[in-house]
């Protein structure tokens, strides 16, 4: 059965950083591209960060480019998304995925607010 449990979100000032987690089981993690997406409130959902299997490449929206960093650790099957000089704008849920599939994760809440 595959899980994707996301984690590390909470309520940080602009300018502020959070690392988020997300957790892999029930599928050979470390042979599957894996995305970060954002939801915000009113809007849709919206991708913001992928990487290649292996690590081999690293993609990212224009917005999140120089600040957010995606990387993964196959022995431990987790993915992250280190996010630094956050905005208002970056405020939403935030989910892990599965590259092009349908396994998502469950999200984790991100605010940043003054």
């Known amino acids: 059965q595959v899980q994707l449990v996301e984690s590390g979100g909470g309520s940080v000032q602009p300018g502020g950083s959070l690392r988020l987690s997300c957790v892999a089981s029930g599928f050979t993690f470390g042979s599957a591209d894996m995305t970060w997406h954002r939801q915000a409130p009113g809007k849709e959902r919206e991708w913001v960060a992928g990487?290649?299997?292996?690590?081999?490449?690293?993609k990212y929206t224009d917005s999140v480019k120089g600040r957010f960093t995606i990387s993964r650790d196959d022995a431990k099957n987790t993915l992250y998304l280190q996010m630094n000089s956050l905005k208002p704008d970056d405020t939403g849920v935030y989910y892990c995925?599965?590259?092009?599939?349908?396994?998502w994760g469950q999200g984790t809440q991100v605010t940043v607010s003054s």
């Open positions: 995925r599965i590259g092009g599939s349908g396994y």
């Open positions: 990487i290649t299997a292996f690590g081999g490449d690293r």
